[in-house]
């Protein structure tokens, strides 16, 4: 597009994780349109996400699956200058609808689910022999906004840390040795985490071997996963959050710590942005989808007949899950401690 928008809302992905992927999109767009005010509008954990990125304008939340009530109030919220375009990076027909009900006049997305009419600009998905295959998302969100004219600039994943935050954090994490954080969660279901009692063993040994202190990741809804890992570990983490999570928390300890330790989730992007080093236990979901250039650290998985099955719940013996064993990731961790304490 040769003019430059009004402004430009990007409805930015519902998983954290991607949200974290999609910022060298968005970046792009705020790049190839510096005097259009960028607002990403997305479930409010997304916008707390991005909140406090210096070429990010305002962000809006809405209600992970708004109804029609929850649309026309959207709408209300954001329509008005008719000269607005619209970034569409989920594949939903809900995202590309609220998009069309904000009258922008150009909505971009992909031709996906049956929406391509309520887009102005389509694009196909990546195909191989006709058929969509993923890939890395990253790419696949430059792909999106390349086609208006935004071009990436390589820096790869950003997240802003509160310094507020990171101040009241330090004195909880202070102390010796390498600081570790564990997030043994996965918001997608259990197929994506690895046993709490391996996180256990791997945390004591780091404790053990390397007088590492460590410090236990969870969210919302994961107080299950963190009461099985502290049932399990002999040597009690720290609890940087209190018990409490939010996203400006998760963040600020991301940006403190040496090395992640975690399932395939939110906070192995988080991670990536802050240029830690990762080591990333991967089970059901295709490494196609989320294993890029800018991570530091290490995948670990093994290839089973049943997968990547993409499934949130096991159907079978949870085997690409338990044949990692944890000796295998604390040497990975081992791999990654003395280039980040040197």
């Not at 792909?143 to 507020?164: M, R, Y």
């Not at 939110?266 to 989320?290: D, E, N």
Request: glycine fraction near 8%.
């Amino acid at each position: 597009m040769s003019d430059a928008p009004a402004r430009i809302l990007a409805f930015v992905p519902n998983w954290l994780g991607d949200t974290a992927m999609a910022t060298p999109a968005l970046r792009a767009l705020a790049r190839r349109f510096p005097d259009s005010p960028l607002t990403a509008v997305g479930r409010r954990s997304a916008c707390a996400l991005l909140h406090g990125l210096p070429w990010l304008h305002d962000t809006l939340s809405i209600p992970a699956q708004p109804g029609p009530l929850a649309m026309l109030a959207l709408r209300k919220r954001i329509s008005g200058a008719t000269n607005t375009l619209a970034v569409v990076f989920p594949h939903s027909f809900r995202a590309a609808l609220m998009a069309r009900l904000t009258g922008a006049r150009t909505r971009l997305g992909y031709d996906r689910n049956g929406r391509a009419w309520l887009f102005t600009h389509r694009v196909q998905p990546h195909r191989e022999q006709g058929a969509i295959v993923p890939i890395y998302m990253t790419d696949e969100y430059l792909g999106l906004v390349k086609t208006i004219g935004c071009e990436d600039d390589g820096a790869g994943l950003e997240l802003a840390a509160d310094a507020e935050t990171i101040a009241q954090l330090r004195p909880r994490l202070a102390g010796d040795g390498p600081l570790v954080a564990v997030a043994p969660g996965a918001a997608f279901g259990p197929s994506k985490r690895w046993p709490a009692e391996r996180y256990a063993a791997v945390m004591d040994a780091l404790h053990e071997e390397k007088g590492c202190r460590i410090v236990l990741l969870t969210g919302p809804g994961e107080e299950d996963t963190r009461d099985a890992v502290l049932a399990a570990v002999r040597h009690a983490p720290i609890i940087a959050d209190e018990g409490k999570p939010t996203i400006d928390t998760l963040k600020a300890t991301i940006a403190l710590v040496d090395l992640l330790i975690g399932n395939d989730s939110g906070p192995r992007h988080v991670a990536i942005a802050f240029k830690k080093p990762v080591i990333c236990i991967m089970g059901s979901t295709s490494p196609l989808y989320s294993t890029g250039p800018y991570e530091i650290g290490e995948v670990l998985r093994v290839d089973v007949d049943c997968g990547p099955c993409q499934k949130p719940v096991c159907a079978t013996d949870f085997r690409c899950m338990t044949r990692i064993a944890p000796a295998a990731v604390l040497a990975a961790a081992l791999r990654h401690l003395p280039a980040v304490r040197s």
